[in-house]
């Protein structure tokens, strides 16, 4: 089975939250720095906010950070653009009838706003977000129940995510990994090549040629 993460994956999204993250820390007079963006890029809403509290010493609950996150985004989702490749190649593993899931960290309702608008949602059995288990998607536990959600066994699954942190997770859990190249971790891009089982810059890399699809009759 085919798990795909969503931000910097399937939609080129994460400039959305560094912008939202320079603008919450401006009007605190903060400054954004490498330590903030590493304690929130690779985490679940609550556990951010949680960080964001602490590293800023806010007098601000975890509850209202999470408020004033969700009005920086606002529509923002619904703008979104999909990835090159992305759509062609969902396509091409729903002809092949590969099974398909996405596993998030993101907001359900920006997740499915963006899924929706790009008409993404119907290749996908179901949506996991890693949210509502209360797990962050490096430790190795997300992805053994996403699997069992699924009724597969985790080496039978293969992840696709632009985040070293969640590839490091997967493999963890015995699944195969594809690192997704995303501008906003190019820093990681030497890591993840060496990682990975297979390291795409852009999914029509894997997009099967015409000669290619002859063939596989």
């Known amino acids: 089975m085919f798990l795909f993460d ?23 007079g903060l400054p954004y720095t490498h330590a903030y963006y590493e304690g929130v890029a690779h985490t679940i809403f609550p556990l951010a906010a949680k960080f964001t509290k602490e590293f800023c010493s806010l007098p601000e609950s975890c509850e209202e950070i999470m408020a004033e996150w969700m009005e920086l985004a606002k529509d923002l989702y619904a703008h979104v653009s999909v990835k090159p490749g992305v759509r062609a190649y969902l396509k091409q593993c729903k002809a092949e009838g590969r099974r398909m899931a996405v596993v998030t960290s993101s907001v359900p ?9 790009l008409d993404l949602e119907k290749y996908f059995e179901r949506i996991i977000f890693a949210q509502q288990l ?3 998607k490096k430790k190795p536990e997300l992805w053994l129940a996403a699997a069992k959600e699924n009724g597969v ?15 490091w997770g ?9 690192g997704v190249y995303d501008g906003f971790f190019a820093q990681d891009e030497k890591e993840m090549r060496a990682f990975c089982d297979v390291y795409i810059k852009s999914f029509e ?13």
């Open 205 to 217: 890399e894997l997009l099967w040629l015409p000669e290619q699809k002859e063939r596989r009759k």
């Open 109 to 117: 309702e920006h997740c499915h706003t963006a899924l929706k608008n």
């Open 153 to 167: 066994r985790p080496e039978d699954c293969t992840v696709f995510d632009d985040s070293l942190a969640a590839c």
């Open 6 to 28: 969503m931000d910097g994956t399937l939609i080129d999204s994460n400039g959305i939250w560094k912008n939202v993250d320079r603008e919450f820390l401006a009007r605190r």
């Open 170 to 178: 997967a493999r963890a859990a015995k699944m195969r990994v594809v």
């Open 134 to 136: 209360g797990v962050e």
